[in-house]
Structures are given as structure tokens and as C-alpha cells.
């Protein structure tokens, strides 16, 4: 706990937060799938543009921020890193710090990397039902859990939204007997979700009426902005609650650090959208 919040001292999230922070370990016993030991995830050496980039995880952790002013919701962050690092910090917890201002309970997942796309699946599937299952203990209401992520963790978040009756381990405890279907969704700068035929939806993306209300957010100038397009045509198709908002610039993984056009125009939209989305 020390370590983590001289980490957010660090990079300067709010420190009362940290001192509220709580950390759930996923999986109690064996990491399903997972032949490394059990350890604590490593920094790597790379901290450049002031990211704290996270590897080698083998023990999947939710991080837990509660919001001051709760509204009864809460929302899991995956941080993105092409499914090798978790940038933690810019897409982790200072999204955690933003969406606590809000007055949504945040909860930073440490998700399996690096190269474990399946286990990282179960730990958003296991996150969301352990979650479920102690919203009492920071107030929530069940049904108002909800997932967002960048980049690759915004991959693993509409994977999450659309895979949720897939059985992607063996149940553990009562936790595992609850639903992992995010309530809502939001993807920003999401990657990898076009691998089809053509640059068509990720066949493994399997949408219809019950998947989840879903942002979006991209630009025109990100490399897999193209994903954030088939995600929402695939959506609107489906029938299911889609927003939109595709700008010209911005890059990819800028969070929502000043400076840059787009990671200072999501947020605002995102909040708009949120009251809508969770009822």
C-alpha cells in the first residue's frame, strides 16, 4: 500500500484518494490458465511522456477508489498497452481520479500481460462478478457496474461487453454464480476490435440485443481509429444504444492529459453520456 501511494504521489493523483484505495486479489487460490508464480506486477524501465507502464502480471488485482460523494454506480478501468503493459497511471488512475470527482467508485483492473488475451478475459469477467458481489460494501448498486477502456483495454472491454455468457473459467465461489455483463460501456481509442475480413468487426465480437450501451470515442488520425467505426456501424446494427464521436486529431493513448485537442474533449462527452446511460 506504501509503494502504491507514493506511485500516485508520484504522478500526481490525488493522495486521498490512494489513502482510501483498497486492492482485491481475483483469484484467492490458482490463477486459472496461469503457469507463472503469483508476484507483484513489474514497472518497466520505460517512463517516458510520464506514463508508468505495468508487465509481468500473474496476479490479477482490482485496485479500489471510492468516490467521496458516491451515486450508486461504479465502473471498471482497464488500461490499455497492446496486451504487453498496462499504461496504469494515464489510463488507469487518473481516470480513476476523475471519474471519483464525478461520483462514480472506480476500480483500476491489473488484467493478465503480457500476450494473455484469455486470461485476460477471465480477470474482466471476474472483476465484474466480484465487484457485483460486495456492491453493498461501497454502496453500489448492482446493476450499475459498468466497464471502460483504452486502447487494448478497450479491446478487452468489448470483448467483456460481448462475450459475457461465455464460460471462460470454472467457478470459484457464489461470486462466479452472477452475471458479468457490463451495465454500460465506453471505448476510448478502443484498438483491435476490426480483425474481420476486410477490416470488418472482430469475429469473436458477437453483438445483439442485450450487449451493453456503448461509447466511443477516436480520431481520424489513430492508427486503429478505424475500430472505433465497425464497433459503432456493428452497434447501430444490432440495435443496441451506440454514441459516436470520432474527432480529426488527437493520436492514440493521450487519456485525458491537457494538451491535446481530443483528451480534452472526451471527458465532458463521456460525463454528458454517462447520466444518460446509467439508470
Known amino acids: 500500500m506504501k509503494q502504491i501511494v507514493i506511485l500516485l504521489m508520484m504522478i500526481g493523483v490525488n493522495t486521498t484518494i490512494a489513502a482510501q484505495q483498497q486492492q482485491i486479489h481475483l483469484w484467492p487460490a490458482?490463477?486459472?490458465?496461469?503457469?507463472?508464480?503469483?508476484?507483484?506486477?513489474?514497472?518497466?524501465?520505460?517512463?517516458?511522456?510520464?506514463v508508468t507502464r505495468l508487465t509481468d502480471v500473474t496476479d490479477p488485482i482490482l485496485e479500489v477508489f471510492p468516490a467521496a460523494n458516491?451515486?450508486?454506480?461504479?465502473?471498471?478501468?482497464?488500461?490499455?498497452?497492446?496486451?504487453?503493459?498496462?499504461?496504469?497511471?494515464?489510463?488507469?488512475?487518473?481516470?480513476?481520479?476523475w471519474l471519483n470527482k464525478l461520483g462514480y467508485?472506480?476500480?483500476?483492473?491489473?488484467?493478465?500481460?503480457?500476450?494473455?488475451?484469455?486470461?485476460?478475459l477471465q480477470d474482466?469477467?471476474?472483476a465484474i462478478r466480484l465487484v457485483r458481489?460486495?456492491?453493498?460494501?461501497?454502496?453500489?448498486?448492482?446493476?450499475?457496474v459498468g466497464m471502460m477502456g483504452f486502447s487494448a483495454g478497450g479491446s478487452l472491454t468489448a470483448r467483456a461487453s460481448t462475450q459475457y455468457n461465455v464460460h471462460t473459467y470454472t467457478p470459484i465461489d457464489k461470486a462466479d454464480s452472477l452475471s458479468a455483463r457490463p451495465a454500460f460501456s465506453a471505448l476510448i481509442y478502443p484498438a483491435y476490435l476490426d480483425?474481420?475480413?476486410?477490416?470488418?468487426?472482430?469475429?469473436?465480437?458477437?453483438?445483439?440485443?442485450?450487449?451493453?450501451?456503448?461509447?466511443l470515442f477516436a480520431?481520424?488520425?489513430?492508427?486503429?481509429?478505424?475500430?472505433?467505426?465497425?464497433?459503432?456501424?456493428?452497434?447501430?446494427?444490432?440495435?443496441?444504444?451506440?454514441?459516436?464521436?470520432?474527432?480529426?486529431?488527437?493520436?492514440?493513448?493521450?487519456?485525458?492529459?491537457?494538451?491535446?485537442?481530443?483528451?480534452e474533449a472526451w471527458p465532458a462527452l463521456m460525463e454528458k453520456w454517462l447520466k444518460t446511460a446509467v439508470k
Not at 467508485?105 to 485476460?120: C, D, S, W
Not at 458481489?133 to 450499475?144: F, I, M, T
Not at 480483425?195 to 461509447?215: A, H, M, V, Y
Open 30 to 50: 490458482a490463477v486459472p490458465g496461469e503457469t507463472a508464480p503469483k508476484q507483484t506486477a513489474k514497472v518497466t524501465p520505460d517512463g517516458s511522456n510520464n
Open 124 to 126: 474482466a469477467q471476474r
Open 219 to 263: 480520431t481520424a488520425d489513430d492508427f486503429y481509429g478505424n475500430s472505433a467505426l465497425v464497433m459503432a456501424g456493428a452497434l447501430r446494427d444490432a440495435k443496441v444504444p451506440v454514441e459516436l464521436h470520432f474527432y480529426a486529431k488527437g493520436g492514440h493513448g493521450y487519456g485525458l492529459r491537457t494538451g491535446n485537442p481530443a483528451g
Open 195 to 215: 480483425k474481420g475480413e476486410n477490416r470488418s468487426l472482430t469475429p469473436e465480437l458477437t453483438l445483439n440485443s442485450e450487449t451493453p450501451s456503448t461509447f
Open 105 to 120: 467508485t472506480a476500480f483500476v483492473l491489473q488484467y493478465r500481460v503480457p500476450n494473455k488475451e484469455a486470461g485476460a
Open 70 to 97: 458516491g451515486n450508486g454506480a461504479g465502473v471498471i478501468i482497464c488500461p490499455g498497452g497492446g496486451y504487453n503493459i498496462l499504461a496504469i497511471n494515464l489510463e488507469g488512475y487518473e481516470i480513476a481520479a
Open 133 to 144: 458481489s460486495r456492491a453493498a460494501e461501497w454502496k453500489l448498486q448492482p446493476d450499475k
